[in-house]
């Protein structure tokens, strides 16, 4: 774990040293200051419920292009060669990279908080869904960091692994959405496989173990690819 957290530290810092990274934030933090409080007044409701609506969305575009340099570059490069005489192992690496990840976009999330502070100034809300979206959020933003993680240890070029890990996490967003494609015998196993309807059960404050299982479940296949891919590469 000590070793993780030397990658962990070391990525974060590599993040915040790049204005890619302050780029990234401020695209996130327009794009949804800018879809929720166009819409909110119209709504006359004090609630955030627009605001973890597009989430989901949201983080299909943002994370496979936080995670996408995060293997792709290294690979590129030949600095992972150099990575893998330390003392590390394959597990110290993902884990650490999936982490720094984790916490890069929880502190894009950080600023959102903004969000509901203004709205409970104009009305009383309802803290319990708030509360449970940013639960929901971090959860999400684990599952796609891991898919996004995955998708760079496939390729040295980072503009496909973006492209990789955005179609998988858009795939999973809006699977939901289109059920009817699918025989009625699959709908409940589809209807699983999809991030939205899991998402917003939690960000209702509805705290469900198939839930919370899904997105874990996420976070180890997505995990456990990157380690596969990167062991046929050693």
Known sequence: MQQSLHILRKELKDYFISPIAYIVISIFLVVTGWFFFSTFFLYNQAEIRNFFNLLPITFA???????????SEELNVGSYEILLTLPVSFKDIILGKFLAAVLFMAAALLPTLSYPICVSTLGELDWGPVIGGYMGAILLAAAYAAIGLFASS?????????IVGTVICFSLTLVNAMLYFFPVPLLGVISYLGASSHFNNIAK???DSRDIIYFLSVVFIGLYGSHLVMQEKE
């Open 61 to 71: 575009f943002v994370i496979p292009a936080v995670t996408m340099r995060l293997f």
């Open 154 to 162: 496939l390729t040295r070029n980072q503009i496909v692994a973006f």
């Open 205 to 207: 404050g509805v705290i």
